[in-house]
């Protein structure tokens, strides 16, 4: 039994070591070049198919009258622009104290770490940590939202050749929003709604979408590991990253849980603000900034769901003392 507790309380960093551990074999022992070809896509067709499974069980289970703005959604929102307004200060005012390329660069990975929208996989351990879906999956929505806003007025100040403009950039979010929340809610409201033995079989599954969201961290390691390998930057300047990263993750925990408290809500209201969707900030530093900006998402992947698996261990501990 105790080994059991163990993988369920460590189901998060187990996923992650594994997946950094295959994505090394297969990039470093000849023998598995051939399978690690033949995988690549497969893994790539594999992570947003695991991401749509999540949230539809997840879904299953929302209450939809409830899903409607609270006051932390608002207060989570405000902190989040601060904290964005300050890296952006910093990055507009560098120039007049330092023309080093490596800071400009660890700047615009802590942005990407802070505009990104709040994870679609945010309900799903706030669900797992006893939280409320139904204002989770809310504030999921406003945070794209939020950053559909933010994205195209910072990035042409920050990279003058980004070609991004507003309605280009605002329309972008907009569709992952449809393809990654709208659609599996529309299926779970079906299914809810109109296949009810069906409904009743996924529901009954006590905490599939969190394994299922075990997989896909699986793969996202892996993609996180190899960019990290393959990033063409000085072992200082990665380090660098990885610490402030791992810094900026506390902070956004702590300072999220520190506004929902007030509101009875500091389990959400910290998920809401610490836990970021990084594939999507990997995908915007790639496309918009400079490229290595991408290492700060990758790092922060791995740090925020140490966090998460901290949560559900003292979450998992306290249940057991009060059950004893």
Same mark, same amino acid.
């Given at each position: 039994?105790?080994? &059991? ?7 998060? @960093? ?18 598995? !070049? ?6 690549? @896509?497969?893994? !790539? /067709? ?17 209450? /939809? ?6 006051? %932390?959604?608002? %207060? ?9 307004? &300050? ?6 005012? =560098?120039?007049?104290?330092? +023309? ?40 999921? /929505?406003? +945070?794209?939202? #939020? ?7 910072? /990035? ?6 980004? !070609? ?15 393809? =990654? ?21 996924? $529901? ?20 996180? $590991?190899?960019? &990290? ?7 200082? =300047? #990665? ?7 791992? *810094? #900026?993750? *506390? ?74």
């Amino acid at each position: 039994m105790s080994i &059991i507790r163990f993988v369920k309380d460590w189901t998060l @960093p187990m996923s992650m070591g594994l997946g950094a551990l295959l994505y090394l074999l297969f990039a470093f022992v000849p023998v598995l !070049d051939g399978p690690s070809r033949f995988f690549a @896509p497969v893994c !790539d /067709f594999l992570l947003p198919v695991f991401m749509f499974l999540v949230l539809f069980v997840t879904f299953c289970k929302v209450d /939809f009258r409830q899903m409607r703005p609270v006051w %932390w959604h608002f %207060w989570v929102s405000v902190f989040n622009v601060f904290f964005v307004a &300050i890296v952006m200060m910093l990055i507009l005012c =560098l120039p007049q104290f330092s +023309s080093s390329v490596d800071a400009v660069v660890l700047l615009e990975a802590l942005l990407m770490c802070i505009i990104a929208p709040c994870a679609t996989a945010a309900a799903v351990v706030t669900q797992k940590l006893g939280g409320s879906l139904e204002q989770m999956t809310t504030f999921t /929505f406003i +945070s794209n939202f #939020l950053t559909a806003l933010l994205v195209p007025v910072c /990035f042409p100040m920050i990279e003058k050749g980004a !070609d991004v403009s507003f309605l280009a950039a605002f329309w972008k979010i907009l569709y992952q929003v449809v393809m =990654l929340l709208l659609l599996p809610m529309l299926l779970a409201y079906v299914v809810k709604h109109h296949m009810h033995r069906f409904h009743r079989k996924i $529901v009954s599954i006590r905490d599939l979408s969190f394994y299922l969201w075990g997989c896909s961290l699986m793969i996202v390691t892996g993609t996180t $590991v190899k960019n &990290i390998v393959h990033a063409q930057a000085s072992v200082w =300047l #990665l380090t660098a990253i990885a610490l402030l990263a791992l *810094v #900026l993750c *506390v902070v956004q925990f702590a300072v999220g849980r520190f506004v929902g408290h007030y509101f009875g809500h500091a389990q959400e209201a910290g998920q809401a603000l610490g836990q970021k969707n990084t594939a999507f900030a990997i995908w915007m530093a790639y496309t918009y900034l400079n490229p290595l900006s991408s290492v700060g998402p990758g790092c922060y992947i791995l740090w925020q769901n140490i966090v998460n698996s901290v949560e559900i261990w003292q979450n998992n501990k306290t249940k057991s003392t009060k059950s004893v």
